[in-house]
């Protein structure tokens, strides 16, 4: 029976369900890769930053998918464009797994970029589109990605050490087909509006896009995400081997305690977001900032597990960014825009956030890791204090219920978008 013939309430929530099975496929796709970094140098021969230059343009092949993945959906359906995501990450985990050399490693990785890339512009614009408390909707969509997170060590670890890291690797692939015949099987076939010159849709210019990104609030929200993906695509990328190598834990521990940070991180996705909707999107974002300074700071110095148990949770508080700045996109953007529109902030910040892995990587290798892991310090301690210099700024010259220099949306002045 087509989802769009049962009654809204079912019809929103199985279509939320559906979107967070396909959010964990894709993403444990992309995050079996990391915990296996060790076997992977090991069949290789390759150095941490070589690793993390293949990481990079994995990710940046990602962000470069997030504005044609939102035109698509745009002119065909979401629905139609998570499945065709669905398919790319099959494919791309299998031919992952058969990779003879560093080169075709490399290659079907800017593959699995390109399927996971599809997915979640689709996704967030028809779950917009079907609920309104969109802070929420994106924690608890969000949950899909963090289970992944918390799955995926664990699964690596298993596979990898009885069968290999290609047949960890290739278990994406199985995971990924499975929601593949589900969400293709059960999926809302809802239409969604043509597009036209000014919706966001494919008929969107460069240059209309251009001057969506360059609106303050807009362009402010991209800056934090980019600062928060920055830190967050590193610490997946080598979370795990810094904790082996510079904290001195079995391979073992280092995948339970990067599996104990997704816990951490899936859990507040939600709550950040309820906050984010009830306190104002910076009060959260920034606070979620700071918090993650002072785990890297930990981490950075610190080298023994007591100090990294703490330091990982306090580093999984901030990794919650993602509903209350996403939101904050959201916000200052009008609903027709939310296809493309959205898709080309995550392409802005993700660009920038794929840079992550490369630099950490290059830096631990040329400098060490407590280096490296302090630049994470440094990136989101900056991010908080801008917050805060905003806000205190703001609140001093903006006239009462004002959106002063244009850097907040309504919901940060306490209201409601209509």
Do not use: K
Not at 268 to 283: E, I, K, T, Y
């Amino acid at each position: 029976m087509p989802l769009s013939g049962l009654p809204r309430w079912d019809e929103r929530h199985a279509a939320l369900s559906m979107c967070v099975g396909a959010y964990f496929a894709v993403r444990l796709a992309q995050l079996l890769v990391s915990p296996l970094v060790p076997s992977l140098r090991g069949t290789f021969g390759v150095s941490r930053g070589t690793i993390g230059l293949i990481l990079t343009g994995m990710w940046l092949v990602y962000a470069c998918s997030q504005v044609p993945s939102g035109a698509a959906a745009d002119r065909y359906g979401p629905r139609r464009v998570v499945v065709a995501a669905l398919g790319c990450t099959t494919v791309a985990a299998l031919a992952l797994a058969a990779a003879p050399s560093t080169l075709t490693f490399g290659a079907f990785t800017l593959v699995l970029g390109v399927g996971a890339g599809l997915y979640y512009t689709p996704a967030t614009a028809l779950l917009a589109d079907r609920f309104d408390d969109v802070g929420r909707v994106i924690g608890v969509h969000r949950v899909g990605s963090q289970v992944a997170g918390l799955v995926a060590p664990a699964l690596a670890a298993l596979l990898g050490a009885r069968f290999g890291w290609r047949v960890a690797v290739g278990s994406g692939a199985l995971v990924a087909a499975t929601c593949l015949c589900v969400v293709g099987l059960r999926g809302s076939a809802a239409p969604r509006p043509a597009a036209t010159a000014t919706d966001g849709g494919t008929a969107v210019r460069p240059r209309a896009l251009l001057a969506v990104l360059a609106r303050p609030p807009v362009a402010f929200s991209a800056a934090l995400a980019a600062m928060g993906e920055f830190a967050a695509l590193a610490t997946l990328s080598f979370l795990p081997a810094f904790l082996v190598e510079h904290h001195g834990l079995s391979l073992s521990a280092a995948g339970a305690l990067f599996g104990a940070y997704f816990v951490v991180v899936a859990a507040l996705q939600p709550v950040s977001g309820w906050l984010s909707d009830r306190f104002g999107r910076d009060a959260v974002t920034g606070t979620l900032f700071a918090t993650g300074a002072v785990g890297y700071v930990a981490l950075a110095v610190g080298e023994s597990l007591a100090v990294a148990v703490p330091a990982v949770a306090l580093v999984g508080v901030a990794m919650a960014w993602g509903p209350p700045v996403q939101s904050r996109a959201v916000d200052a953007l009008a609903d027709a825009e939310r296809g493309v529109g959205f898709g080309a902030v995550r392409t802005s910040y993700i660009l920038v956030g794929a840079l992550g892995p490369a630099a950490v990587g290059t830096l631990a290798d040329a400098a060490g890791w407590t280096a490296s892991v302090g630049l994470l310090a440094g990136v989101l301690g900056f991010a908080a204090a801008v917050l805060a210099g905003v806000h205190l700024v703001g609140r001093e010259r903006r006239p009462r219920g004002s959106s002063a220099f244009g850097l907040w949306t309504p919901r940060d002045d306490g209201r409601r978008n209509e």
